[in-house]
């Protein structure tokens, strides 16, 4: 069950490319990062219930756009396309069909912020996805 952030990240980054709106990085991506962007890391929570197999992965998709190049509008523009996505009624078959022995059964606990860092149009979206490692029928 380790590898569950990782999946619920892959499966939300193929997601967004998908979509063909903005370059997506994983969290721990070490490549250069272009402007605009959508960021995607998953961490981990807690099992549940306890000896199931499930978790709940925190997940975060943060968009950034730069001030000088973009305004507020656009910005917003694009994250409602972005995190959009993960607004849909069936975001968790969407997500369990991207990555094999993964099954999102849902998500709770879902939370926006909008900030402006260093000259930067900052939008991040942060839910507990309910995962398990292994591929439901």
């Not at 063909?20 to 959508?38: I, N």
């Not at 069936?90 to 606990?109: E, K």
């Not at 839910?127 to 490692?133: D, Q």
Request: negative net charge.
């Amino acid at each position: 069950m380790l590898d569950l952030p990782q999946k619920l990240e892959t499966a939300a980054k193929a997601l967004i490319d998908g979509a063909g709106l903005v370059t997506v990085f994983t969290g721990l991506s070490a490549d250069e990062q272009v402007t605009p962007r959508a960021i995607v890391s998953a961490m981990t929570g807690r099992e549940q219930p306890q000896g199931s197999g499930n978790f709940m992965v925190d997940l975060v998709v943060q968009v950034l756009s730069k001030a000088d190049d973009s305004t507020i509008e656009e910005h917003r523009a694009l994250c409602i396309s972005t995190i959009g996505l993960f607004m849909q009624d069936d975001i968790a078959s969407q997500l369990s069909s991207i990555v094999p022995d993964f099954h999102v059964f849902g998500f709770t606990n879902r939370t926006h912020r909008e900030v402006i860092e260093d000259r930067a149009w900052v939008t991040e979206f942060t839910a507990e996805f309910y995962c398990a490692g292994l591929a439901l029928v």
